[in-house]
């Protein structure tokens, strides 16, 4: 141990005595870490807001009768199962759902009708973030409308509109709230209902429903929560959004695989840049390592002067780097972007901690060199 302390003594006198030089190095090391974090937060932050624009207000999975127009019925086996995958979900909505239609003056359009409680419609659809008129409760005669819809009908928070049901009959609404979900063709098209209202224009029972539809946590543990539950209901046809969006996944794996490959080069030049500098540096204290060796130091201690003087160098670094990549990303945060860069804790430390494995790696070509050193003949060569 006593030796090793020597040999870091003599690891951090290399280093400050040339002070400029390991300031670059550390220089280098810093601005690899930092493209490494920066690239890395930019993509994965990138990669969220395209999930959540996709699915983040629409259901991840979606079961239902295996005929469209029949009834699921929530009965304790599917409560039950539903319950069982409850770690890996974040909400379950038994929904009502129907088409109506909606006339004027000159014409008539249609509107689906989504019923349920607002809280369990916030859950899915986070219908109240959406509302661009104050806050309301959805009573059983009131109606939450999309603003192209309303726009397009001249109909205002207040207003009280008839819908005509596929069953010939009518119901009147009022317009309790007008929401904006982000797309023009499901703010035309859909609307937010009362689910016992839909249930009573349904005539269905209380346990019976259009669709039982989930967003997870993790959006990316839909296939397996769906082939479970396949297993379970054979009789139900069961879909998740991974199977409707082939092309966005491969987008993503796309841009996952570009990430990583700047990455991986950045480490290697990183690894690279340090080995050459480090084997440079062997070179130069040849004779101070000469003298040492003939002075008994042993081969391994003589090794462990560039291994501290490498880790030295990558903890600087990588530290710098660290700082510098958050002070990047909240750069790019107040720029006008179409999506929020969010700093990435695990992939800051992870970077950090492979900056200096990757530094220690480097130390590897100058230890070789020096283990391979003849002290006579650098003392007999001057």
Do not use: C
Not at 167 to 191: H, K, L, Y
Not at 342 to 355: A, F
């Amino acid at each position: 141990m006593k030796s090793l302390k020597l040999s870091l003594l003599i690891a951090l006198r290399f280093l400050k005595s040339e002070p400029v030089q390991s300031f670059f190095i550390m220089g280098g090391i810093a601005i690899g870490i930092t493209t490494q974090i920066f690239v890395g937060t930019l993509i994965i932050s990138l990669q969220n807001s395209l999930i959540d624009q996709t699915i983040g207000t629409s259901p991840q999975i979606t079961l239902q009768a295996a005929k469209n127009s029949d009834p699921i019925v929530l009965n304790a086996h599917l409560k039950n199962a539903l319950g069982i995958k409850t770690i890996a979900q974040s909400s379950i909505l038994p929904v009502r759902t129907t088409t109506t239609l909606y006339s004027n003056d000159t014409e008539s359009t249609s509107l689906s009708l989504i019923g349920g409680t607002l809280k369990d419609l916030d859950g899915v659809y986070r219908v109240t973030d959406h509302l661009i008129t104050p806050k309301a409760k959805l009573g059983t005669t009131d109606i939450f409308l999309g603003k192209d819809f309303a726009t397009a009908q001249n109909v205002k928070l207040g207003d009280s509109i008839v819908l005509r049901m596929q069953t010939g009959g009518t119901q009147t609404f009022t317009v309790a709230g007008i929401f904006d979900i982000g797309s023009a063709v499901f703010n035309e098209r859909q609307a937010f209902a009362n689910g016992e209202t839909v249930r009573h224009l349904l005539g269905w029972r209380s346990d019976e429903y259009s669709a039982v539809q989930a967003q997870f946590i993790d959006p990316f543990t839909s296939k397996d929560t769906v082939a479970w539950l396949k297993t379970q209901f054979p009789e139900l046809k069961i879909t998740e959004w991974q199977g409707q969006n082939a092309d966005l996944l491969k987008g993503l794996t796309s841009q996952s695989m570009s990430s990583y490959l700047i990455q991986g080069f950045v480490l290697i030049a990183i690894a690279i840049g340090i080995a050459s500098t480090l084997a440079v540096a062997a070179v130069q204290k040849m004779k101070q390592i000469g003298i040492l060796k003939a002075m008994g130091m042993s081969d391994r201690n003589a090794g462990a002067i560039f291994f501290f003087q490498a880790l030295g160098l990558g903890i600087g670094g990588s530290t710098m780097g660290l700082i510098l990549s958050f002070l990047a990303v909240k750069a790019f945060g107040l720029m006008p972007a179409t999506f929020t860069i969010v700093l990435q804790p695990g992939l800051m430390v992870g970077s950090w901690i492979i900056g200096i494995l990757v530094a220690m790696l480097s130390s590897a070509v100058p230890i070789v060199k020096t283990t391979r050193l003849d002290p006579i003949e650098v003392i007999q060569n001057g």
